[in-house]
Protein backbone atom coordinates (compact mmCIF):
# COMPACT_ATOMS: atom_id res chain seq x y z
CA UNK A 1 0.00 0.00 0.00
CA UNK A 2 1.59 3.11 -1.22
CA UNK A 3 -0.87 5.18 -0.77
CA UNK A 4 -2.33 4.58 3.20
CA UNK A 5 -0.21 5.29 6.14
CA UNK A 6 -0.63 5.09 9.81
CA UNK A 7 0.56 7.85 11.32
CA UNK A 8 0.40 8.51 14.92
CA UNK A 9 0.81 12.31 14.86
CA UNK A 10 -2.36 12.39 12.27
CA UNK A 11 -5.65 11.66 12.09
CA UNK A 12 -5.41 10.05 16.07
CA UNK A 13 -3.24 7.18 14.08
CA UNK A 14 -6.44 6.43 12.04
CA UNK A 15 -5.69 4.97 8.43
CA UNK A 16 -5.45 7.80 6.30
CA UNK A 17 -4.44 8.87 2.32
CA UNK A 18 -0.58 9.45 3.15
CA UNK A 19 0.64 13.27 3.47
CA UNK A 20 -3.06 13.91 3.97
CA UNK A 21 -5.61 14.52 6.54
CA UNK A 22 -8.15 12.31 5.21
CA UNK A 23 -9.34 9.07 6.55
CA UNK A 24 -10.18 5.90 4.61
CA UNK A 25 -13.24 5.86 6.52
CA UNK A 26 -14.12 9.45 5.39
CA UNK A 27 -12.98 8.87 1.94
CA UNK A 28 -15.11 5.58 1.82
CA UNK A 29 -18.35 7.00 3.58
CA UNK A 30 -18.16 10.10 1.41
CA UNK A 31 -18.03 8.17 -2.21
CA UNK A 32 -20.83 5.98 -1.25
CA UNK A 33 -22.68 8.99 0.02
CA UNK A 34 -21.56 11.26 -2.84
CA UNK A 35 -23.44 10.57 -6.39
CA UNK A 36 -20.48 12.62 -8.39
CA UNK A 37 -17.89 10.51 -7.26
CA UNK A 38 -14.80 11.56 -9.73
CA UNK A 39 -16.08 15.58 -9.15
CA UNK A 40 -15.76 14.35 -5.69
CA UNK A 41 -12.11 12.96 -6.00
CA UNK A 42 -11.14 16.09 -7.58
CA UNK A 43 -12.62 18.46 -5.58
CA UNK A 44 -10.79 16.51 -2.81
CA UNK A 45 -7.20 16.21 -5.38
CA UNK A 46 -7.71 12.61 -4.47
CA UNK A 47 -6.87 10.08 -7.46
CA UNK A 48 -8.62 7.39 -8.52
CA UNK A 49 -5.58 5.06 -7.51
CA UNK A 50 -5.81 6.94 -4.30
CA UNK A 51 -9.31 6.08 -4.13
CA UNK A 52 -9.52 2.51 -5.45
CA UNK A 53 -6.12 2.20 -2.84
CA UNK A 54 -8.19 3.06 0.34
CA UNK A 55 -11.29 0.99 -0.74
CA UNK A 56 -8.64 -2.12 -1.50
CA UNK A 57 -7.38 -1.38 2.68
CA UNK A 58 -10.66 -1.30 4.04
CA UNK A 59 -12.47 -3.50 2.12
CA UNK A 60 -9.60 -6.52 3.13
CA UNK A 61 -9.38 -5.02 6.41
CA UNK A 62 -5.89 -4.60 6.64
CA UNK A 63 -6.47 -2.34 9.50
CA UNK A 64 -6.98 -5.47 11.66
CA UNK A 65 -2.72 -5.99 10.24
CA UNK A 66 -1.72 -2.57 10.19
CA UNK A 67 -1.16 -2.28 13.94
CA UNK A 68 0.93 0.72 15.64
CA UNK A 69 0.65 0.67 19.22
CA UNK A 70 -1.16 1.81 21.97
CA UNK A 71 -3.61 2.95 19.02
CA UNK A 72 -7.10 1.28 17.84
CA UNK A 73 -6.21 0.52 14.47
CA UNK A 74 -9.98 0.92 13.27
CA UNK A 75 -11.48 4.02 11.70
CA UNK A 76 -13.69 6.31 14.19
CA UNK A 77 -17.28 5.37 12.83
CA UNK A 78 -16.72 1.73 11.74
CA UNK A 79 -18.29 -0.35 13.75
CA UNK A 80 -14.81 -2.96 14.05
CA UNK A 81 -14.04 -0.01 15.94
CA UNK A 82 -17.38 0.25 18.39
CA UNK A 83 -17.02 -3.83 18.53
CA UNK A 84 -13.32 -3.62 19.61
CA UNK A 85 -13.51 -0.90 22.17
CA UNK A 86 -17.00 -2.92 24.14
CA UNK A 87 -19.43 -0.33 23.29
CA UNK A 88 -22.75 -1.43 24.08
CA UNK A 89 -25.77 0.65 23.03
CA UNK A 90 -28.17 1.15 26.02
CA UNK A 91 -31.89 0.74 24.37
CA UNK A 92 -32.85 1.42 28.25
CA UNK A 93 -31.32 4.85 28.21
CA UNK A 94 -33.57 6.62 25.47
CA UNK A 95 -37.23 6.91 24.27
CA UNK A 96 -38.92 6.99 21.17
CA UNK A 97 -41.43 9.67 19.93
CA UNK A 98 -43.45 10.26 16.69
CA UNK A 99 -45.48 13.22 15.51
CA UNK A 100 -48.87 13.46 13.98
CA UNK A 101 -46.74 13.08 10.44
CA UNK A 102 -45.24 9.64 11.59
CA UNK A 103 -41.99 11.42 12.33
CA UNK A 104 -39.51 9.49 14.55
CA UNK A 105 -37.50 11.25 16.88
CA UNK A 106 -35.34 9.24 20.00
CA UNK A 107 -34.72 11.44 23.34
CA UNK A 108 -32.20 10.81 26.18
CA UNK A 109 -34.42 9.76 29.44
CA UNK A 110 -31.73 11.52 31.86
CA UNK A 111 -31.22 14.55 29.43
CA UNK A 112 -33.19 16.63 27.01
CA UNK A 113 -30.40 18.40 25.55
CA UNK A 114 -29.82 14.66 23.88
CA UNK A 115 -32.00 14.36 20.73
CA UNK A 116 -31.46 12.57 17.70
CA UNK A 117 -33.89 12.97 14.66
CA UNK A 118 -34.44 9.81 13.75
CA UNK A 119 -35.87 6.16 15.16
CA UNK A 120 -34.38 3.98 17.74
CA UNK A 121 -33.14 1.92 15.38
CA UNK A 122 -31.37 4.71 12.92
CA UNK A 123 -30.19 5.85 16.76
CA UNK A 124 -28.46 2.71 17.01
CA UNK A 125 -27.10 2.16 14.00
CA UNK A 126 -25.42 5.83 14.31
CA UNK A 127 -24.44 5.39 17.13
CA UNK A 128 -22.68 1.49 16.50
CA UNK A 129 -21.06 2.64 13.21
CA UNK A 130 -21.15 1.47 9.79
CA UNK A 131 -19.62 -1.92 8.28
CA UNK A 132 -16.94 -0.05 6.60
CA UNK A 133 -15.56 -2.70 4.66
CA UNK A 134 -18.71 -4.14 3.40
CA UNK A 135 -19.46 -0.31 1.66
CA UNK A 136 -15.88 -0.36 0.05
CA UNK A 137 -16.68 -4.12 -1.44
CA UNK A 138 -19.46 -2.64 -2.77
CA UNK A 139 -18.30 0.13 -4.57
CA UNK A 140 -15.05 -1.96 -5.69
CA UNK A 141 -17.49 -4.65 -7.28
CA UNK A 142 -19.95 -2.19 -8.26
CA UNK A 143 -16.89 -0.28 -10.51
CA UNK A 144 -18.26 3.14 -8.67
CA UNK A 145 -14.48 4.67 -9.07
CA UNK A 146 -13.21 3.99 -12.97
Wanted: hydrophobic share 35%.
Amino acid sequence: MSYIERNPEKCFGMPSLRNRRITVYDLVIMLFLEPEKEAYLADLQVSKDQAIEALEYCSQQLCKQDKIHNISPFCDGCILRTVAEGYIFEEDLYYEAEDNNGKKCTFSKESHLEIFGGSMQEFKAEEEGAATWIIAQSLLTSGAIK
